[in-house]
């Protein structure tokens, strides 16, 4: 049975890590959740499931306000024609269905099939928010905890510059 979001908080629990969680309406994209920054704290992140053509999958994490660049991310990780995977490959790798993939999907990898890649800026930030693998609540903690919430499944993420900072999302 694939894991929920009290199998999350239970996890970060025992690493020891300080996390705070807000129930909030449910959000299906980025557009939906933008009424909701600044009523929850830190940097708002998206998740990208995707697969090549050698069918690697990979999970890229990184901030709502960035646009990736799918090419530059193939080179800069080393795949080759990156594509968004299907929901029913998300389903059945990560245990969760689209508008609810995170990080904390990780938990439900049995295979450990997701090579992991993590935004540079948003490793940079204080404070990055997550669904705890349902799109009806967001959990902030750190960049660094996340890392190793990560690291205690035993992936080596990559760290990269996954994307370009969007201008009209930034507020400029």
């Given amino acids: 049975m694939p894991a929920i979001d009290k199998d999350v908080f239970a996890k970060l629990t025992a690493l020891g890590i300080p996390f705070s969680t807000v129930e909030h309406k449910a959000v299906f994209t980025v557009e939906e959740g933008r009424d ?6 830190g940097l708002f992140c998206k998740n990208l499931f995707l697969k090549d053509k050698k069918d690697k999958l990979w999970l890229v994490v ?12 193939e080179k800069s990780i080393g795949s080759a024609r990156l594509s968004f995977g ?14 609810s993939v995170s990080p ?7 295979s450990r099939r997701v090579t992991v890649v993590l935004d ?5 930030v204080p404070l990055a928010t997550y669904h ?7 959990t902030s903690l750190k ?3 996340l890392l190793k919430f990560i690291k ?14 969007v201008e009209e999302m930034l507020g400029a």
Avoid: H, Q
């Fill in 86 to 99: 299907k929901p029913e490959l998300l389903l059945d790798v990560l245990g969760i269905t689209p508008g």
């Fill in 152 to 165: 205690s499944l035993s992936y080596a993420p990559r760290i990269v510059d996954c994307g370009e900072w």
């Fill in 62 to 73: 990184m901030p709502a306000e960035k646009r990736a660049n799918l090419n530059r991310l």
């Fill in 132 to 138: 705890p693998l349902r799109n009806t609540a967001s």
């Fill in 104 to 110: 904390f999907a990780l938990l439900n990898d049995f």
């Fill in 143 to 145: 960049p660094s905890d």
């Fill in 36 to 41: 909701m920054i600044g009523k929850i704290p």
């Fill in 120 to 124: 540079k800026d948003m490793m940079e």
